[in-house]
Every structure is written in C-alpha cells, then in structure tokens.
C-alpha cells in the first residue's frame, strides 16, 4: 500500500508536484496517468526516497520507504531503465542489487526466467535495447518478492508481446494482493490495466476514481437521437444542464440526459425516434477533458492558415 | 525478434506471498559485498587496479637500480663508499613506495570515476533505491574502494620491497623488513592510497560528474603542491600553509627521513587523515539533503 499526505516538491519557484494525496490500495492495479511533465515521476521518486518532498510526506505499507529495515522486501520500482551501468552483465546488476538484502543467486535467476532475459543475462546491458532494459529494469522491481511495485511508464519500447506480457504482470500481481502502482502517459493503456485511476496535471491531482466512474463521470449521459419533428422533442426535454446540437435535420446530440426520459418524451409528444444511441465516452476523451486545463506542453492545432503563416515565417527568416 | 529473448516469459512469480524479514535486512555487511561485485564486475576497473599496482612496483625497481647505479658507475671504491655514506639508509628504506607519487593519481581517478559514473550512468538511482539510507551506501562504497587501495598500496610496496633487494644488494644498500621504519614506510603507502581513495571519492560525490571530478582531485593533489612550492619561495607564509595540504600530509606519511621542523609521520597522517574525513563528512551531508 503507498498512501501520500499532501506531499509536494518544489524547484524554485516552479511547483512540480502539489500537495498530492492519494492512497494506491492492495490488489488492484493503480494506474497514475497525466501528460508529460505533470509530475507523475517526480511523485514516485519521492515515494522510494530519491528526491525528498519540499512537503508531505509518502509512506509504502505505513512507514517511509527508507524507514524501512528490508525495503527491497516492501516495494519493488521500475523508475528508469538506464539505472545501471552499461558495462555490467544483467546478471551481475541484478546480484549487485540482491547483495544488499542477501537475496540469494537462485532468486536473481527466477526473475531473470520470469522477465524473459535469459538468452541475454550474461551479455553487457550497454548493449540492451530500450525493450530488454526495461524487462531488466521490471526484473529488479520483483527482486525482493515485494508486497508494492512501482512501474514508471513500464511499456515504454516495449513490443505488442511485451506490452501484453506488462499488463498481464500488472494483473496478476495485483491478484495475488500487492499493490501495483504503474504511471503512463497512454490511457489507451490504462483503460486495459488499471482498476483505479489517479489523473494528474500540472502536479495536482485532478481525478481519484475507479476507471469506470471517470468515464462515467465525464461522459454527463450523451444520447444520439434521429426523429422525425426535433424541435418538438427538444421542447418537452427543455430542463436544466440539457443541451442539444443538431447535427442534420433529423440528427441530434443531446447532453446532460437519460435515453430513457429522451424515449419517454417522444411518445408523450408523439414524435418519431429511429435511432436513440447512448454514447459513450472513451477514457480517452475524458482524460482529454480532465486535463485539457492542465497540460503543460500544449500541441496547438495547424489549421491551413496557421500552416501558411507558419511557412511563410519560415520564408521569411 | 530473433532471440527468444522477449518471447513468453512465465507467469509472474508462482510463489505465494512469503514475508521473510528475518533473513532480509540490508545491513553494512551486505552493502559491502553488493559494492565488491560492483567493483569487480566492471571490467576496465580491475585493469586499472591491477596496472597501478604493477607500475607502483616497477617504478620502485626502476629508482632502485637508478639508486645502485648510480653508486656503481664509480669504479672507485672509496669514491663509492663515500657516497653510500651521503645516500644514507632512509633512501633506500623510502625505495618500496616509489611508486606512490604516480599510484595516488590512478587511485584518486578511479575513486572519482567510481561513484562519479554512477550518476553518469544512472546507476545510482537502483543502488539508492535498494540502499535508502544514503550514508550507509556512500560508506560501503568508500570502505571498498579504501580497502582495494590500501591493499594496492602496502602489496605493492612489500612486492617492491622483494623485488629490489637484490638490485639494491649491488651497491651495499640493501635492508631487513625489521630494519627502522622499513615497515611503517610501506604500511603508510596503503594508508596513503587509502585515504586518497577516500578524499577522491568524496569529491566525486560532491560533484557528481566524472570529468570536473577527476580534474578537481589531481589539481588538488598535483598541481595545488606546485603551486604551493613556486609561491612560497620567496613568501614565508604561503610555505608554511603549504606544509598542510593534504599532499604535504601524504609525503610526510611515507618519509623515510624526517628533516628539521618538519612533520612526523603521525602529524602527516593526522593532516590528510583531517582532510579526508572533513571532504567524507562533508559528501554525506550535502547527499542526504540532495535529491538523487
């Protein structure tokens, strides 16, 4: 179990991460999903002590990891794939880490066999693609048999196989009741991993729930609804927190309601409806929506002018 | 893929959930042995150990048959027995850590390079991750590399010492390990290295890079010394500063003749022993406030 109370970091003036509280619960797989920079690897660096909070705090299991006699025991993190000195073999990396806990030799070949780097144990990790370091960097997070693992972004370079093979992992360690904390940037990713969702932007969190809800939470009820007298059925659902676009003559979006009320009203009003669609929001969206105020690096859309303006700056200079 | 190396790994770890807390604390020991493996897993780290400590002892042959030839080249033997009496014992008793002057600077970048690269390559943030107590780490790391370099520095005098026994034997200035001071004189060769090992490496972690780590350490203990003598020629006070740093304390350490005010043994250890505890305890501080 990690729980962080209003833990925050500091650089400057720049606020990296701010007040942040959030527990990440036993047996269920925690996803912690925001853009890029929003302060997700800031927040588990200070959970396994590398960077200190200007604030809070963050304790694995109840205490500090530091405080901890075994640490390796309770947590396992995945934080950076280039952890190790590329000279060294993946096996001697992983008994240099094992030394410290006296994790016996047959255990580093256990994880070695689970993370699918036999063929390539004994050769230079200088030499690993971003794929192996990272099955070597997720081997080292199972090294002490950890009740906790932390996955900073556990896919990155990944293979489709690999990536599967994560998110099975992720799984099933959860199953077996530990607590998996995994971040990603892809909520594509999350949507098929994790059971709760932290959303953080600009280092605050901007969404706690368990995935479904923040669909849900998100998505205020759309329906797609094709009838015959549109305004006459708009009339009678007239309320508040109800809008509607039309989309063609006949084609409407309403927001803001049930199918069923929208279904109730036509046969009062004895309008014809042949297509009544509850839409669903993809996680995707509503991550979209979650953190459109809150995204630090924005992409702004080229329309055609943009582009020619652009290129004509471009001309120019 | 053309291994199977990303092929269908196994179901994540079978066993239940077994708490073993009993037989799996990190302790010092452990962090010793964790460093030893790093150490010595690295290739290019044991061929510079193994090459200083090869070029200490052929240094300390080559100043020994220099020493005996240039007493031989005389053929005059009363010429020759004058000059043994000027060439007195303490320089050949000084001919075993000859080799010092250039093993210090091996030991003091491999020091550097040691905890430096760990933060070139990342390294640092899994070897603080499974040691979450910093000082605990820095000081498993300090205590092995201080303990290779005492052993580098004390073998290679006692295998120099074998070695030019029989070169020195030629001109008459061969001496017994229980003659006065010949022990002591390579013992402190390793205590040298050691603590130069130690002062390097705290350095390196204060400044965290390899290359300005390195270059502060030798300008420390190479080019400072120079400096040092061509100012305080004519400058009384420069001079007597001079006589502290920690180089000053090293050479002092190893002497084999102690001059007319100058330091003993025991005041040399006690100036570079100061300067490498004071940089050690400064590296802590300033690591456990840090962020990795």
Redesign the interface.
């Known amino acids: 179990m990690i729980e962080a109370q209003a833990l925050s970091k500091r650089y400057g003036t720049k606020t990296a991460v701010d007040a942040v509280s959030f527990t990440a619960q036993p047996g269920k797989v925690t996803g912690f999903l925001g853009p890029n920079g929003a302060g997700k690897s800031t927040t588990m660096?200070m959970i396994?002590?590398?960077?200190?909070p200007s604030g809070g705090r963050a304790t694995v299991n109840g205490v500090p990891?530091?405080k901890?006699?075994?640490?390796?025991?309770e947590l396992g993190?995945l934080?950076?794939a280039?952890?190790?000195?590329?000279?060294?073999?993946a096996y001697?990396?992983l008994?240099?880490?094992a030394?410290?806990?006296?994790?016996p030799n047959s255990r580093v070949r256990?994880v070695i066999?689970?993370?699918?780097?036999?063929?390539?144990a004994r050769k230079r990790v200088g030499g690993f693609s971003l794929?192996?370091g990272q099955?070597l960097g997720i081997a080292?997070a199972?090294l002490?048999?950890p009740?906790t693992v932390i996955l900073d972004e556990p896919v990155n370079g990944l293979?489709p196989?690999?990536v599967q093979?994560v998110r099975?992992?992720a799984k099933?360690?959860a199953a077996?009741?530990?607590t998996v904390f995994l971040s990603s940037h892809l909520m594509s990713e999350m949507a098929l991993t994790a059971d709760h969702l932290i959303v953080i932007g600009r280092g605050r969190i901007i969404a706690d729930a368990p995935v479904q809800s923040i669909i849900d939470g998100q998505g205020a009820a759309r329906v797609r609804v094709r009838a015959d007298r549109p305004q006459d059925l708009l009339g009678s659902l007239a309320a508040d927190g109800v809008s509607a676009q039309i989309l063609e003559p006949e084609l409407l979006e309403i927001t803001g309601v049930e199918p069923r009320r929208v279904a109730e009203a036509a046969v009062r009003n004895g309008v014809l409806v042949y297509e009544l669609t509850p839409i669903q929001l993809s996680l995707e969206d509503a991550y979209l929506q979650l953190t459109s105020q809150e995204v630090e690096y924005q992409s702004h859309s080229l329309t055609p002018s943009g582009l020619l303006a652009a290129s004509t700056e471009g001309h120019r200079a | 893929?053309t291994?199977?190396?990303?092929?269908?790994?196994?179901?994540?770890?079978p066993?239940?959930?077994?708490?073993?807390?009993s037989?799996?604390?990190?302790?010092f020991g452990?962090?010793l042995?964790?460093?030893w493996?790093?150490i010595t897993?690295?290739?290019?780290t044991v061929i510079l150990i193994i090459i200083t400590t090869v070029v200490m002892i052929g240094l300390a042959a080559l100043l020994a048959w220099q020493t005996a030839l240039s007493l031989n080249v005389e053929g005059d033997p009363e010429m020759t027995a004058k000059m043994q009496g000027q060439a007195d014992a303490a320089t050949a008793l000084g001919v075993p850590g000859a080799g010092l002057v250039f093993g210090q600077l091996l030991i003091a970048s491999l020091a550097v390079v040691l905890i430096a690269?760990?933060w070139g390559?990342?390294?640092?943030?899994?070897t603080?991750?499974?040691?979450?107590?910093r000082s605990l780490a820095l000081l498993a790391k300090q205590s092995v590399m201080a303990g290779i370099s005492f052993v580098v520095g004390a073998g290679s005098a006692l295998v120099a010492y074998f070695v030019v026994q029989p070169i020195l034997n030629t001109a008459d200035l061969g001496f017994a390990l229980s003659d006065n001071g010949a022990l002591l004189h390579i013992v402190n060769t390793g205590l040298v290295l050691a603590l130069i090992s130690v002062f390097a490496m705290s350095i390196g972690t204060l400044i965290r890079n390899t290359a300005v780590g390195v270059v502060t350490s030798i300008g420390v203990l190479l080019v400072l010394p120079i400096l040092f003598t061509v100012f305080g020629i004519g400058t009384e006070w420069v001079a007597e500063l001079g006589r502290f740093l920690p180089s000053s304390g090293g050479d002092q350490m190893v002497a084999t003749s102690i001059s007319e005010g100058a330091f003993t043994q025991w005041q040399g250890a006690l100036i570079l022993g100061g300067w490498s505890l004071l940089l050690l305890a400064t590296s802590l501080v300033v690591t456990n406030?840090?962020?990795?």
Do not use: C, F
């Open positions: 660096r396994v002590g590398l960077d200190n990891y530091a901890h006699k075994a640490p390796l025991r993190a934080l950076d280039k952890a190790v000195h590329p000279k060294r073999s001697t990396h008994r240099a880490l030394a410290t806990h006296g994790i256990e066999e689970l993370a699918g780097l036999g063929p390539v794929g192996m099955r080292s199972l002490g048999d009740s293979d196989e690999g093979w099975r992992l099933s360690l077996e009741g530990r | 893929m291994t199977s190396a990303t092929t269908a790994p196994a179901s994540p770890d066993r239940p959930h077994p708490r073993h807390e037989e799996s604390g990190v302790s452990r962090a042995k964790s460093e493996i790093k897993s690295v290739p290019s690269s760990e390559t990342g390294m640092i943030r899994s603080m991750v499974v040691v979450p107590r406030k840090r962020d990795v």
